[in-house]
């Protein structure tokens, strides 16, 4: 009867690890979030829908995002780099150094590079 009765309830902090299981899980829970949004931007991927996998499956939306590779084309086939700018006649992008427009004929002065 003299043995010491341990508590029902023992508090996090006074376990063995504390809060470091549940800090450590949460910080990879975000890295997957972070990893994924990042990977679905570089491939042309939607990465709002990419980081909500991310957050739901973790390292295995990683895996899957980097098994489908990249996304689809452009429905032109150009794709919109820093070298691109908007022609004045008729919106549409065209490199930096054109001096005519490729779409609607109009010429263009060369922009400095």
Same mark, same amino acid.
């Given at each position: 009867?003299?043995? =010491?009765? %341990?508590? +029902? &309830? #023992?508090?996090? $902090?006074?376990?063995?690890?504390?809060?470091?299981?549940?800090?450590?899980?949460?910080?990879?829970?975000?890295?997957?979030?972070?990893?994924?949004? /990042? $990977?679905? %931007?570089?491939?042309?991927?939607? @990465?709002?829908?990419?980081?909500?996998?991310?957050?739901?499956?973790?390292?295995?939306? #990683?895996?899957?995002? +980097?098994? #489908?590779? %990249?996304? @689809? *084309?452009?429905? !032109?086939?150009?794709?919109? !780099?820093?070298?691109?700018? /908007?022609? *004045?006649?008729?919106? =549409?992008?065209? /490199?930096?150094?054109?001096? /005519?427009?490729? &779409?609607?004929? !109009?010429?263009?002065?060369?922009?400095?590079?």
């Amino acid at each position: 009867m003299d043995e =010491e009765r %341990q508590p +029902a &309830y #023992i508090p996090a $902090m006074n376990r063995v690890g504390g809060w470091r299981g549940p800090i450590v899980s949460f910080v990879i829970w975000l890295g997957s979030i972070v990893v994924c949004v /990042k $990977m679905a %931007q570089a491939r042309d991927r939607e @990465p709002v829908l990419w980081g909500f996998l991310g957050a739901m499956f973790g390292i295995f939306a #990683i895996l899957l995002l +980097a098994l #489908i590779g %990249q996304g @689809p *084309p452009s429905p !032109t086939g150009i794709t919109r !780099t820093a070298k691109m700018r /908007k022609c *004045p006649a008729c919106a =549409e992008f065209i /490199k930096v150094e054109a001096i /005519k427009c490729r &779409y609607c004929g !109009t010429g263009v002065e060369a922009a400095a590079v």
